[in-house]
């Protein structure tokens, strides 16, 4: 089945620019859907189809799409931008579509 | 606002079935544009998508969890479900249920509290 590839952690000082990358074959030409979660919660959908944000997700929050590595950019960060992400897309042509990154741990200096 | 809950026992023998509910409320269920998902995460590691009904009985099951696992739907009382038959301690996790929106695949926009369920004796 398709594999999503995060790196374990990425440090941060407040105010500086987070990049969470998503590495997959071709993962260009799939829609990849980011999830923030935090100790204790249940996920929340950051961004979906590759950039779009939902609403009351802050315009820090984008994303990008292309080749083999999708990415999560997290601007100007603040403490509470410290947290779990997962990226996450569906790979129609697998029988086992609906696959999760193995999570990327934002730690905030 | 949508709000999903999830609800069950929290400890389950070893060989028996799990069973959990997921009460939707603020949207109808038999709405035609989403897809009633179950995911879980054992402690510590990260998210597994188990499945998902569509209002009219459609379902899709992960293929490792395929031979233990049903869901279905109960539209008169705005709820799904999920069972997973035959448990063991790797079973153990918090199960999650979550609205999917279909795009060009689907992805997630509204997620319950979550619910420990542990496998022991």
């Known amino acids: 089945s398709y594999v999503l590839t995060q790196p374990p952690s990425v440090s941060v000082a407040p105010g500086q620019t987070a990049r969470i990358t998503c590495g997959g074959n071709n993962i260009g030409s799939k829609s990849v859907h980011w999830y923030q979660q935090k100790p204790g919660q249940a996920p929340v959908l950051v961004v979906y189809?590759?950039?779009d944000r939902p609403s009351g997700i802050p315009e820090r929050f984008s994303g990008s799409n292309s080749g083999n590595t999708a990415t999560l950019t997290i601007s100007r960060v603040e403490a509470g931008d410290e947290a779990d992400y997962y990226c996450q897309v569906w790979d129609s042509s697998s029988d086992h579509p609906g696959i999760f990154g193995t999570g990327t741990k934002v730690t905030v200096l | 606002q949508v709000q999903l809950q999830e609800s069950g026992p929290g400890l389950v023998k070893p060989s028996q079935t799990l069973s959990l509910t997921c009460t939707v409320s603020?949207?109808?269920?038999?709405?035609?544009?989403?897809?009633w998902s179950w995911i879980r995460q054992p402690p510590g590691k990260g998210l597994e998508w188990i499945g998902y009904?569509?209002?009219?009985?459609?379902?899709y099951y992960n293929p490792s969890l395929k031979s233990r696992v049903t869901i279905s739907v109960d539209t008169s009382k705005n709820q799904f479900s999920l069972k997973l038959s035959s448990v063991t301690a790797a079973d153990t996790a918090v199960y999650y249920c979550?609205?999917?929106?279909?795009?060009?695949?689907?992805?997630?926009?509204?997620w319950g509290q979550g619910t420990l369920v542990t496998v022991s004796s």
């Open positions: 603020g949207g109808s269920i038999s709405s035609g544009d989403y897809y």
């Open positions: 009904i569509y209002y009219s009985g459609s379902t």
């Open positions: 979550a609205r999917g929106m279909a795009s060009s695949g689907y992805y997630l926009d509204y």
């Open positions: 189809d590759d950039s």
